[in-house]
């Protein structure tokens, strides 16, 4: 029995791809996703509330009321068949304190709703959303920052948007009651992977680094280290008991990672592991191998056919310690002390680190280490650490 034409084109499959589109919203994630207050801004004549969005304690960005609504509309777009939570509604009038605060919660449930769904909190849409943006960044209004001390203390310090790693770092230094003389000892880094602190350079945005990675559900990424590699001027400290405790307890984490190898005296530091102890802990700590080493996570090299190896920089050499691939340490150590070191360079795109040393009465050889941190950090490249080491110790 033949078929009519409407009839068969019904009958046929739809060759629509939105109706190929399956999306599955079952896979969730736990963010902690917060919106716990807003402010009014003044901008080209007319004034506003921002909401203020926060990721584990940190501030993200703060965004209008419309821009909620807009995001609304976008998500509807793309995530189709979402059971979407209610958005506040629109009120023509000024709103009250009461009000704003009712906002504030309804548009903080929309968000826990809307990303604890990771297809649609890994989006661009809201990965966007979470974002500054340009504009955002001509806002001078300020933010918290939480930065993390070598005590293990949170100090949260209110800084402009836009403020540069040295104007974070002198909000720090104030807020601490540190001396100026003893700040230039230390200095404002980024916690990163494999227990490892970058320096941040002087000029870098801060705030930037929290919205890179926005769901790590970790209080801060900025922490203060000691930037000090000479033991006579850490020593000509000790009578400051700010920067002694701080050198304290960055001492107890590096024994702890294992950059400070304590083996059997391990004991005696457990014991020295309190406060009031700390000169002795230190006097002890200063005599074992790694102290105030720069470590650097495991990487290939290409003199060590299997396994990685583990960079590190003292006073004295560059040293590689060999190690697992997992950076298990295996025991092998070798060390090229600063005089034998003749050249350095960057390859493959800063993918690589190689230099060449000299041993006396032999001929030079290159030694390449394959690392992303050379790239990850073109202004602190192993080759101006040679010239930091070189020039001032």
Not at 15 to 38: Q, T
Not at 40 to 45: H, I, K, T
Not at 215 to 238: D, G, V, Y
Request: negative net charge; hydrophobic residues 35%; charged residues 25%.
């Amino acid at each position: 029995m033949p078929l009519h034409t409407q009839e068969a084109e019904r009958l046929e499959p739809n060759e629509d791809p939105i109706n190929y589109n399956f999306i599955d919203y079952s896979e969730k994630r736990s963010l902690p996703i917060s919106i716990p207050d807003y402010h009014y801004l003044d901008r080209r004549g007319e004034r506003f509330v921002v909401f203020n969005i926060y990721m584990a304690g940190r501030h993200l960005c703060s965004r209008r009321y419309r821009e909620f609504s807009q995001l609304h509309e976008n998500l509807k777009k793309d995530f189709v068949g979402f059971s979407y939570p209610k958005l506040p509604g629109k009120w023509p009038f000024t709103l009250s304190e009461q009000q704003l605060d009712s906002r504030r919660r309804g548009l903080e449930q929309y968000l826990e709703k809307v990303c604890a769904v990771r297809v649609i909190a890994e989006s661009d849409i809201m990965q966007e959303f979470l974002t500054d943006t340009d504009e955002d960044q001509a806002n001078l209004s300020p933010i918290d920052l939480k930065v993390l001390l070598p005590d293990r203390e949170v100090v949260t310090v209110s800084v402009k948007k836009n403020a540069t790693t040295d104007q974070v770092y002198a909000a720090v230094v104030e807020k601490i009651k540190m001396r100026k003389d003893v700040a230039k000892f230390f200095a404002l880094f980024e916690i990163v992977e494999y227990n490892f602190e970058r320096k941040l350079q002087p000029n870098e945005f801060p705030h930037n680094l929290y919205t890179q990675n926005y769901s790590t559900a970790t209080a801060t990424c900025l922490a203060i280290r000691k930037w000090l590699f000479s033991i006579n001027k850490e020593l000509a400290l000790s009578s400051d008991d700010q920067a002694t405790t701080f050198i304290f307890w960055q001492a107890i984490d590096e024994v702890n990672r294992g950059h400070i190898r304590a083996d059997e005296r391990l004991y005696q530091l457990k014991a020295l592991q309190d406060s009031s102890k700390k000169h002795k802990y230190l006097e002890l700590a200063r005599e074992l191998p790694g102290y105030g080493e720069l470590v650097f996570p495991h990487c290939a090299c290409d003199s060590r056919k299997e396994g990685h190896v583990v960079a590190a920089i003292s006073t004295n050499c560059f040293k590689l310690h060999a190690c697992k691939e997992d950076g298990t340490l295996v025991g092998q150590t070798v060390e090229f002390p600063w005089s034998n070191i003749t050249q350095s360079d960057l390859e493959e795109e800063g993918m690589a680190f190689a230099f060449q040393y000299q041993k006396p009465n032999k001929n030079p050889r290159w030694v390449k280490i394959f690392t992303p941190y050379v790239s990850i950090f073109p202004f602190f490249p192993f080759y101006l650490i040679f010239q930091l080491i070189n020039e001032k110790f």
